[in-house]
């Protein structure tokens, strides 16, 4: 897996394009600034895109970059310092400074500027045909399952593998039983699902995922619900949280008659740890001194409010930079 996030990083780093937020030509080298998002035309690509013009008209000194990234290679470009931010997500954050898997080594340059932007839930959308009810019976009824998902190198991509795992199931196996597995982008895994190519799709979004969403307006879909014991062992071992789909997720596109049980993930800010406290200060103030702003930047955001995010969830145990624990500090905000 490391090697996918390897050969990953370096592609970014030499085809990315850019978005540049000039502040002149005198502006010092400390105050050029990276933050990585997703890929481009993504949702984390237009939230980091929105943090760079809020942190460029606060603070015009700073020359703000903007570079895609995604899941899992943002955690290890911060640590080594190949990019001074990013957004990322609670538990590959913690692994990735741990050196767990998927990473075979620890990047402990990594800290916190701030966790629950939003929260990302895992969600498993089927067909309205489709014979099984709930995730588990896909492995019990060893059901032929035509699954649409993220790329593996993608946090959405390991978490299906990892959901298997737990039944000593793999990929293969679902392919043994007459399934298939598509891997790729949020959009094309929803056309797949639409088209009837793919009958079960798996990802990790923000609700309402849009996909989903479109594809609801065309198709009947109903939600697969995961087992109790296995979103146990999911939390136990890789720091997931538990959250639930609403009934009204998906405006009534989807027949949901209760809550469903999730998993989650926090997802927030991180920094390289050797970053100046000052520069951390300004980004952090930045971004909370102007929340109505950030919370415009994506409709995932809107319960973004500096007040709350000290009592995120799932946020790991990730230590906060020095600059951002002096803003939290100033601001009167118990971020522990």
């Not at 798996?202 to 309402?208: A, K, Q, S, W």
């Not at 952090?284 to 955001?301: C, F, G």
């Amino acid at each position: 897996m490391y090697k996918l996030i390897h050969k990953f990083r370096k592609s970014l780093a030499t085809a990315a394009a850019v978005v540049m937020l000039s502040a002149g030509s005198t502006a010092q080298a400390d105050n050029n600034i990276t933050i990585l998002g997703g890929p481009v035309g993504g949702g984390w690509y237009m939230i980091a895109s929105g943090m760079a013009e809020i942190i460029q008209s606060t603070y015009p000194e700073l020359v703000v970059r903007v570079v895609p990234g995604g899941g899992l290679v943002n955690p290890p470009r911060v640590g080594t310092g190949d990019a001074d931010f990013a957004l990322s997500l609670s538990v590959n954050t913690e692994m990735a400074m741990k050196g767990g898997d998927p990473y075979e080594e620890a990047y402990e340059d990594i800290r916190s500027v701030a966790w629950g932007f939003n929260t990302t839930v895992y969600q498993v959308v089927a067909r309205e045909e489709v014979p099984v009810n709930t995730f588990d019976e896909i492995i019990s009824e060893k059901f032929a399952a035509k699954l649409a998902t993220p790329g593996m190198q993608t946090m959405g991509g390991w978490t299906v593998k990892k959901l298997f795992n737990e039944y000593d199931v793999s990929i293969d196996d679902v392919k043994d039983w007459g399934g298939a597995h598509y891997q790729g982008s949020h959009s094309r895994s929803g056309d797949l699902l639409r088209d009837g190519q793919a009958n079960i799709l798996m990802t990790l979004l923000p609700l309402p995922a849009p996909n989903i969403l479109e594809v609801s307006n065309v198709r009947k879909l109903k939600f697969l619900p995961m087992s109790d014991e296995l979103m146990g062992k999911m939390v136990e071992k890789y720091g997931y949280g538990r959250g639930e789909i609403p009934v009204d997720a998906y405006k009534g596109a989807i027949q949901i008659d209760k809550p469903i049980p999730a998993l989650t993930i926090a997802s927030g800010l991180i920094a390289n740890a050797n970053l100046s406290d000052e520069v951390v200060y300004k980004v952090t103030k930045a971004l909370m001194d102007n929340a109505d702003r950030v919370r415009k930047i994506h409709r995932s955001m809107v319960t973004f409010v500096p007040g709350e995010i000290a009592k995120a969830e799932n946020r790991g145990n990730i230590g906060l930079h020095p600059g951002a624990q002096k803003y939290f500090e100033e601001a009167g905000i118990n971020y522990q």
